[in-house]
């Protein structure tokens, strides 16, 4: 599944767009259950933007992956970052609670937030 | 349909006026279904404020148009910048839940916020 | 995927068991694409109880199954009452928003709530 | 447009139907402006189910229609007991605030609630 | 300043028609002080509704009125009563706190509530 | 400090007044420590209804006084019934947190409530 | 650790005493991992009223004892009705979230609730 | 009305002051219906400070004013800083919603805040 | 009353306490009327921490005394710095509502936050 | 019990992990009384990541502990940062109600924030 882009339509301005994914789903790749999070991505386009459609499609594909908290985010920051080009970007994630523990985890491209 | 302002009555000072709209819905181009959403006008007025009565009628022009997230954020402050002049503005659209994925854009002009 | 269950502990007194699962997910028949919902189950146990982890597992079964959500509710009804001979139950799925609209399915087996 | 139906897959047992629609929007007759309300329907179904994304259709119908509160609600009661036959049904809808006040609308068909 | 009312559009279904009135005010005839109240009037219509906007415009006629808390709302069902003889209707006052103290008073006419 | 009154201005009609007081305070009679609790009383009127700024200076006479949970409920019950004579009343207490618990009191005079 | 009790002060009024403890905790027979609960206990008092210190020092009795959700909502119902013999109780145990699912127990002695 | 000052009892140390006023009302001076609003004022007291019964006097002087938000928000201002000279002084009023939007003015006298 | 402390158990390190008090009580000089606050204490010890029974003793022996809100807050600050020496302290208070406004009141010891 | 860690998967980038444990409990060493608090932790991992697993078992040792509010918070930092040397961290604990009050202590080690 790749990302798709569409051309900034406004490039002569900084603004921040901003995703909020509340479906998010993978597999703990060490007790094989699930995971489910919320995914917050923010960023500020650079030459083009993500198509959400896209980004669904391309956040489902780890619905049975098996894959760590730390690598979700990362990875989902590295895809975006590799289709898009933006000035900056964040990618957090929320994840259940598991053991009376939940946890949050925060990645950054770049160097400004809104 | 034209947006109204009226001078602003204490130029003398720099202040923050804020206009929460929860009522906004336009046409999203692609699928031709409805899109709704809340926008969160803020400014420093300089020489003029925008009038209330026309910032309603104005934002009710989207109703049944098509037109993209990010458009309608960066229209709405090109078009209320023209209208009043302002030291610093920012719009924000927070777009209703589609296919488990919510949307906020944010744009600004100018420097300052309080 | 079997539902495991144990002996009531207390059959000489009807009390009320919950169990609220908020991490349900399954796939929409139509579109493919995944339906999230959280699900509650409550009963007043007859010979048997539904035995928690077997639950999760169980309600795991549907994470890749394309189903509808009337038929997800009264599905899991028939199973757990086939599984533990409840003397009352009932179990409600609440999905995601889809299209702007979210829905409750509510199915009861028997005729007495606490 | 036209309300679709399926066939109740569950006949045998009573059960309850919720779809809640958040974005519903008409227009007043009187003053010409757009109103907004969430709509919940409820229902125990009989021969047939209302299909969803034909409701949310038919529900887009009033987007430009001039309608009074009591007659949205008691119209969207009218057509879906007609398209379904349901043993009973309640429909609620609740209103933006207009001068200050809110107003919920509700009216039901048949006997019966859960 | 009378209130106005109009058909009840679908005399032939019982329904459920409330108002909240998030602006009320008016004087305590005690200290001169103003009091602040919300106000939910819920009715079943038998031949006549009342018209919002008079509603609204007869509301304001108490605010510079020194009246106490069960007067306003007795005389507000009085009224509304005599305007739309409804079936059943209750007018529910909470006012803000005074002295640590906040008050609701709560007036029926009629038997049913749904 | 005793309680006043003041004539039911609608004895024709069975109405509840309601009042909730945030801000009582006692003293515990084993550990000599302060008590906090919210008030909430609720009746419908006899023949004459409790006067607010004697019920809050009645509520302040508790302030240094080494008194349990259940007495001040019960006797706040006794005293308003003594006074004015409803024809039914409740009192609730909800009191704050103490080594990890929280207690709520509920006493009724008479049958019915609203 | 025995349950104290100290006689009904209001013997001649039925009323209704609940208390709600934030923390509770006991560990789980299978996995020896601790379990964390709110326990609200309602009754309403025969003879003897349970004493609240007692109830704490009580409740921390199973802070290292290896029992099941059932077992612990039914053993503090018959303890507290053993130790004050109360005309109806109802005690109800909501427990911590456990691979994504959390639980409520709820048991009664009697018949009439409030 | 006069605003009443009293002296600021710990010149010697800057500290914060708010008051928080909610039930604000006045007129507006295009329509003649009332506003309602929720006041904030914080201020860094220099010699004086104000006295809390005058500005609740002073604040319902505009209770049948006729005048606009960004007026009553600099108005106010304008007279707390005449009479109190602080060092710094924010007000802020929050509007309830007219048309579907609800707006929101700040504005600043000096230039700290804690 | 005098407050107590114990030496700072971790030196080496800057940390921040805070102590937040629900049930802060004292009485109004002017009425006679008792106020309610919640106190927040927020400090980087320097050598000494407060002990946490002498501090809510301490705030005990405003029960009875008539003091302003701005003394109380300015002495509590005065008493706990002089008790223990912070590198930095805040003291907030939140007032009951009086007449419709609520007050806060914050005064600091020292530059820092953390 | 000792802190398991893994290796940092991202170490190219700085970013955030919180972990936020709803279910810390230890004991008071004065009163012997279990308290209970909910430690939010926040780090940037230098070569390593500690394994959650562990860190759950870790923080249950505390469960018989006797050991004060600072102390938990100190030494949890402590142990953290010996086991996995993170750029930064901070360990936040909030403590239940005791006597009316509830406190929060917060240690940083290093100097960024998010």
Known sequence: MSLETFSNPHPQRDYVIE?????????????????????RIRYIPGPKCVELKSLKLYLQTF???GIFYED???????????????????????????????????????????
Chains 1, 2, 3, 4, 5, 6, 7, 8, 9, 10 share one sequence.
């Open 19 to 39: 995703h909020v994914v509340n479906e998010f789903t993978s597999v703990c790749p060490k007790t094989g259950q699930p995971d489910f999070a919320r995914i």
């Open 63 to 65: 619905r049975n992956k």
């Open 72 to 114: 979700v985010t990362n990875l989902i920051l590295h895809d975006l970052v590799a289709a898009c080009s933006p000035k900056w970007m964040r990618v957090r994630s929320r994840w259940s609670t598991r053991g009376g523990i939940h946890s949050v985890i925060t990645a950054d491209y770049g160097e400004r937030d809104v």
